[in-house]
């Protein structure tokens, strides 16, 4: 069935590359980005390539005006929405927590704790079959770093992730009723752009040889389980924390 999905953070990455997939779906897809207008007129285009609908949205998901305004853009664009992909996601230079600035911890848990919240209770609005909305999928973007704790790295980004976790099993809980599936990916070490931000030039090379099939992830490899999330295939599944993480 055709779907509407919103995508927070979709214009690199992850979210770009299940924009793209879900344009081979013929889907309709709200494109948020935080900066980067030029990545998301691409990823804009290249949905439209493949057969689907699309439109760019600036916004930053800590913010609560931009991310009712992300949602009217959806709805005004394509009418309601069937799905969510609350993506977006920063992390930040590594180090051990004692040498870590406070400032930037505090962004980790507002874009992706606050942010991840507020997505979560604007999809709770806005598809609740109680509310009049027509049900629907919320897919949150947790992290292998939930359970693996990132020692040394980034103690912050790991708990924010696991506060996600936790959210999606209370949402799943909640929002059942209301027709709403909710569940949560956790990626382990996937091959975008994020991990530029740790400052380590090699970080993947680093760390890949504790995953066991023996090389990083790719972004459309993530995609393919948000994307079943988002579709009626996955129909009961709810509550699930699914990692997509090479056995790592
Ligand atoms: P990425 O390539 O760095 O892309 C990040 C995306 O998020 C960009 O589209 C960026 O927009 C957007 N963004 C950043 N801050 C935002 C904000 N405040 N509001 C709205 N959008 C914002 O990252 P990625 O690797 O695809 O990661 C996506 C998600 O997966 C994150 O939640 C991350 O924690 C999670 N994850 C990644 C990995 C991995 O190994 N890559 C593993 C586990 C989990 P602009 O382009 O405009 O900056």
């Known amino acids: 069935m055709t779907k509407t999905i919103l995508i927070t953070g979709a214009s690199r990455g992850i979210g770009a ?9 013929g889907w309709s897809v709200g494109v948020n980005f935080a900066g980067n207008a030029a990545k998301a007129a691409e990823v804009v285009a290249a949905v ?22 992300m949602f009217d853009a959806t709805e005004r664009a394509f009418g309601g929405i069937d799905g969510v992909f609350s993506n977006a996601g920063v992390l930040h230079v590594a180090g051990r927590i004692a040498d870590t600035d406070p400032g930037l911890a505090r962004r980790v848990f507002e874009v992706n704790v606050f942010g991840a919240w507020l997505v979560a209770r604007e999809s709770a609005r806005r598809l609740s079959t109680r509310r009049g909305g027509r049900g629907g999928s919320l897919v949150n973007m947790s992290s292998a770093a939930a359970r693996l704790g990132s020692p040394n790295e980034f103690i912050d980004y790991a708990g924010s992730k696991g506060a996600v976790d936790s959210m999606t099993l209370g949402l799943a809980r909640e929002l059942g009723p209301d027709g709403i599936r909710v569940n949560a990916i956790r990626p382990g070490l996937i091959d975008t752009d994020i991990h530029a931000d740790t400052g380590k030039t090699d ?8 995953v066991p099939l023996g090389r990083p992830g790719l972004a459309d490899e993530v995609a393919e389980a948000v994307v079943w999330l988002l579709s009626d295939a996955a129909s009961y599944v709810s509550g699930a924390l699914i990692d997509v993480s090479g056995g790592r």
């Open 17 to 25: 590359a299940t924009a793209r997939l879900a344009g081979t779906r």
């Open 48 to 69: 439209e390539a493949a057969g689907g609908r699309a439109i760019a949205i600036r916004g930053d998901v800590s913010r609560e005006a931009d991310v009712t305004a």
């Open 203 to 210: 970080r993947l090379g680093e760390l890949v040889g504790g």
